[in-house]
């Protein structure tokens, strides 16, 4: 549509063009500026009379004006046309139609709404920018909502207790609160589909150090853990913030984290309440005798919501092992029906949305890249367009941790858990997308296909950093004696594990890169680009966990035997 097809003519603003038409005392529309037109004449009517000539002069039964006198107009010429039928003031302003009343409330009404819309939307902008908690995590994390490519945001569940009633949850002088229930959120590059992965909080891990911005503007950083320590101390403990948490899951993962989400237990009971309530399902009766929650669930269908949803989130009582394991277990299943509630029902009623984005924002604190209410919604939007069949649910593959005689703790298990990284780093989907999958092998042969250096110009340094013991030593020999890679050296354990095996190289080493993935068979994902130029010193091969050893190809899985769920699928049947 042009410019007058809007009301708007060469940038004149349409309030500008409707003009006041003194003869009709109505505004009326010039889309080309010109003036008002005359009003058109107003026809005069006769009184009948009988047949036969009248003689000239006033007419006895003519109509009179509102004095009583009789209403004789001539013309110019002192012959009358006869009376007219209404006074002058009245032929002047005519009686505007009820189509044009019609017209003049309609346009008033639409402006009040727009208006109240106007003011309505921005006091919800406003309220909803204001719940919303930020915190700057400096440089880890990403600046944008959601780039290009896959993405990675960090769920934090916070334990901290303040709020009524969350005393009998743990110790209320926990006033900071740890890293409890977290879930890593993968999103595919394409948006098709999604994987969740909860960490147990008693995993044990390392922290690296990590820099955080004080209230004064200042930095400090924190040191790491010395050697392994519990997952949920990645935050609150020693002052540690979400990038802290942010920091230990991508040396955990190999995997970029943009973004993190941190809720407290305040936010389960109110988006629980919002929603209406969450469906969830129980093969016997779940009672919290000693756990001090109240919680008295039976057997089969419940929709709970507020305090005996978050109950049910933090019960380990009665469940198999009675473990944090089986909690996340149930955690997921609640998760998957509160998604299927937003989607199937929340979504459709503007006032639940409103209900569910208060709720959320009011127990919310977000990094400075989806700080405000706008960013959230482009994040939710993107996020929406996942169908909740190709969203997978499962929890990171551990065993009991070896070095405790009685287990209470955790660790990866050292042969799913890298699998589990691989897939994820290489953006391969856990559920059957077709499209995705082919974009994952065409992203792996695009970034190898390139020229290669020979195997003599190769420089690399070897590192062991969870592989086979004595592997670093072994793979030189090999590299040396079988590949033709003279120029590499063993420089025995890494600082830190790894996630996977890795090789870093400069911009200008990426043909050097290439030879040695051949060689070696390493996949696209362990390829890492440095941000420092040069290329003259050696490139790092870091050996992971998914290493068995030297001339065994380094393959992303295309799937692993783990337990896995769908966010479509109902926890109560039928």
């Known amino acids: 549509m042009d410019a007058q097809g809007r009301g708007r003519a060469e940038g004149a603003d349409p309030a500008d063009q409707w003009v006041l038409n003194p003869q009709t005392g109505d505004y009326e529309l010039?889309?080309?500026?010109?003036?008002?037109?005359?009003?058109?004449?107003?026809?005069?009517?006769?009184?009948?009379?009988?047949?036969?000539?009248?003689?000239?002069?006033?007419?006895?039964?003519?109509?009179?004006?509102?004095?009583?006198?009789?209403?004789?107009?001539?013309?110019?010429?002192?012959?009358?046309?006869?009376?007219?039928?209404?006074?002058?003031?009245?032929?002047?302003?005519?009686?505007?139609?009820?189509?044009?009343?019609?017209?003049?409330?309609?346009?008033?009404?639409?402006?009040l709404v727009l208006v109240g819309g106007s003011a309505f939307a921005y006091y919800w902008y406003d309220r909803l920018n204001g719940n919303i908690g930020t915190v700057d995590i400096g440089d880890v994390g990403s600046a944008t909502v959601l780039g290009d490519g896959p993405a990675n945001i960090l769920v934090i569940g916070n334990d901290v207790r303040t709020g009524e009633g969350n005393e009998a949850y743990g110790n209320r002088d926990n006033v900071t609160g740890h890293a409890d229930t977290t879930l890593l959120f993968h999103v595919a590059g394409d948006r098709s589909n999604a994987t969740v992965v909860s960490i147990p909080r008693d995993l044990m891990t390392e922290i690296p150090d990590c820099e955080t911005r004080q209230s004064d503007g200042s930095t400090k950083t924190i040191p790491g853990s010395q050697g392994t320590t519990r997952f949920n101390e990645s935050y609150g403990v020693e002052g540690r913030d979400p990038g802290?948490?942010?920091?230990?899951?991508?040396?955990?993962?190999g995997l970029d984290v943009d973004h993190f989400m941190m809720f407290d237990f305040n936010a389960v009971k109110t988006l629980s309440t919002a929603v209406g309530g969450v469906e969830v399902c129980l093969e016997k009766?779940?009672?919290?005798?000693?756990?001090?929650?109240?919680?008295?669930?039976?057997a089969g269908k419940s929709t709970i919501q507020g305090e005996e949803a978050l109950s049910f989130l933090r019960n380990r009582h009665g469940l198999k092992n009675e473990s944090d394991l089986d909690?996340?277990?149930?955690?997921?299943?609640?998760?998957?029906?509160?998604?299927r509630r937003l989607k199937e029902d929340t979504l459709s009623s503007p006032s639940k949305m409103?209900?569910?984005?208060?709720?959320?924002?009011?127990?919310?604190?977000?990094?400075?890249?989806?700080?405000?209410?706008?960013k959230l919604l482009t994040l939710a939007r993107e996020l929406g367009k996942i169908d909740l069949k190709n969203i997978t649910l499962m929890t990171l593959p551990v065993v009991d941790n070896p070095d405790e005689p009685t287990p209470v703790t955790v660790v990866p298990d050292p042969e799913k858990a890298p699998q589990v990284f691989s897939m994820l780093q290489d953006d391969v989907s856990f559920t059957e997308v077709k499209k995705q999958q082919k974009k994952a092998k065409d992203k792996q042969a695009a970034l190898l296909n390139g020229p290669r250096a020979e195997a003599s110009a190769v420089q690399v340094d070897v590192l062991n950093g969870g592989g086979p013991q004595g592997a670093a030593g072994e793979t030189v020999a090999w590299l040396q004696s079988s590949a033709g890679v003279s120029r590499s050296a063993n420089?025995?354990?890494?600082?830190?594990?790894?996630?996977?095996?890795?090789?870093?190289?400069?911009?200008?080493?990426?043909?050097?890169?290439?030879?040695?993935?051949?060689?070696?068979?390493?996949?696209?994902?362990?390829?890492?680009?440095?941000?420092?130029?040069?290329?003259?010193?050696?490139m790092t091969l870091t050996l992971g966990p998914d290493f068995k050893k030297a001339g065994v190809p380094v393959a992303t899985p295309r799937k692993v035997d783990v337990p896995q769920s769908r966010a479509d699928e109902k926890m109560c049947k039928g």
């Not at 594990?497 to 996949?523: C, F, H, I, S, W």
């Open 30 to 111: 010039r889309l080309d500026g010109a003036p008002a037109p005359p009003p058109p004449p107003v026809p005069r009517q006769r009184t009948p009379q009988a047949p036969g000539p009248r003689p000239g002069g006033p007419r006895p039964g003519g109509p009179r004006d509102r004095d009583g006198e009789q209403n004789d107009e001539r013309d110019n010429d002192g012959t009358s046309d006869g009376p007219r039928d209404t006074h002058r003031r009245r032929r002047d302003r005519p009686k505007r139609s009820r189509k044009r009343k019609a017209l003049m409330w309609t346009g008033g009404v639409m402006g």
């Open 244 to 253: 802290c948490t942010m920091r230990t899951v991508e040396e955990l993962t």
């Open 285 to 298: 009766p779940l009672k919290d005798t000693d756990g001090g929650t109240k919680l008295d669930l039976p």
């Open 327 to 339: 909690r996340i277990g149930m955690q997921q299943k609640f998760v998957a029906s509160m998604l």
């Open 491 to 538: 420089q025995g354990n890494a600082p830190a594990k790894v996630a996977r095996t890795r090789l870093v190289y400069a911009p200008a080493q990426a043909d050097q890169a290439r030879e040695l993935a051949d060689l070696m068979g390493l996949p696209a994902a362990a390829l890492k680009p440095s941000a420092k130029a040069g290329g003259e010193g050696p």
């Open 354 to 374: 409103l209900d569910v984005a208060d709720a959320a924002t009011k127990s919310l604190t977000v990094d400075q890249g989806i700080g405000s209410a706008s």
